[in-house]
């Protein structure tokens, strides 16, 4: 029970008994009654189409950038492009890995649209720092990896919102968006880059950035009812469920999901490696233009999302 619930009801009986309390009684339920009804936030109820316009957002604001960040990357780091490009995608991908399960677990408490916000704000944070100081531009995307979770906890206000049936199909919407967004994007920012210059596709991105915030601020829903939160603000978290291998030494638990997660594992290894660097290899090895890799990202793109849609 409640603790205000638990109030609520000793003072009912004590209003029993004494007729000077029952003032009182209608009071606190009066108080508890607004406390609780929820202030609607966003516009409508939450769906799969608020995550999907974050998701686009988002990627779309960095698939600007394709193009001046192997630039940018190239004239900072001339004698190590691939290493440093290497090692800040490798402190990435670390520190996103040991701060998801913490990050899932405090939007279990304090509901899904409090960590977009975060997560959008953080991993979008480096990119107005390209022109102002590239050292500080790759820094910045190395720790933004503590918050560029942002497909966990759109994942799990796809759950929220949807039941068991319509799921699968509602997480390769969300795939298929993030394909979207790669399609058009690097050809435009390659495009502004050749016609107007690198400061205004930074510019752009930096914009589109923004609208993304704004966008969570105004028009998103809270996803998880109050009902279904493991409490209120200020919720302890345990370090179980904010510790990243206790997940690992979970899986082994049970046979199927432990070849899954092999499964995806493997399969992810060399797509993450190749993703990481295959761009950069284009432009500095095999010298393709930035609008011939605008094209390549924009083909890969459309089978991606033919791959997601259909199958």
């Not at 406390?35 to 999907?52: L, M, N």
């Not at 298929?176 to 399609?183: I, K």
């Not at 914009?207 to 966008?215: G, K, P, R, S, V």
Request: charged fraction near 15%; glycine fraction near 6%.
């Amino acid at each position: 029970m409640r603790c205000d619930e638990m109030v609520m009801k000793m003072m009912m009986a004590q209003g029993e008994k004494d007729p000077k309390h029952t003032s009182r009684v209608v009071l606190v339920k009066r108080i508890i009654m607004k406390h609780d009804s929820p202030v609607q936030q966003g516009i409508g109820k939450p769906s799969v189409y608020h995550a999907v316009v974050v998701i686009f957002l988002e990627f779309f604001a960095w698939g600007l950038l394709t193009t001046p960040m192997l630039t940018v990357l190239h004239e900072t780091f001339p004698k190590h492009t691939f290493l440093i490009n290497g090692l800040i995608q490798g402190v990435k991908g670390l520190l996103s890995f040991m701060s998801a399960p913490l990050i899932g677990a405090l939007s279990d408490v304090w509901g899904r649209r409090s960590f977009l916000l975060v997560t959008v704000f953080f991993t979008c944070a480096p990119i107005p720092l390209m022109r102002l100081s590239p050292w500080w531009y790759f820094a910045m995307i190395s720790v933004s990896g503590a918050f560029s979770v942002t497909f966990s906890v759109i994942f799990a206000y796809i759950a929220d919102v949807t039941d068991v049936r319509e799921r699968s199909t509602a997480y390769g919407l969300v795939s298929a968006t993030f394909a979207a967004s790669l399609v058009t994007s690097p050809a435009i920012g390659a495009y502004l880059s050749a016609s107007y210059g690198d400061n205004l596709v930074v510019l752009v991105a930096t914009l589109i950035a923004l609208a993304d915030i704004c966008f969570i601020l105004l028009a998103v829903p809270e996803s998880l009812p109050d009902k279904m939160r493991l409490n209120t603000w200020g919720a302890p978290i345990s370090w179980e469920q904010a510790d990243p291998f206790a997940s690992l030494r979970k899986v082994g638990q049970d046979t199927t999901v432990l070849l899954i997660c092999i499964t995806v594992f493997l399969s992810y290894l060399p797509e993450a490696g190749q993703y990481s660097s295959f761009f950069l290899y284009l432009r500095q090895v095999i010298n393709f233009s930035p609008k011939t890799i605008a094209v390549f990202i924009g083909v890969v793109g459309i089978l991606s999302i033919l791959a997601q849609t259909l199958f």
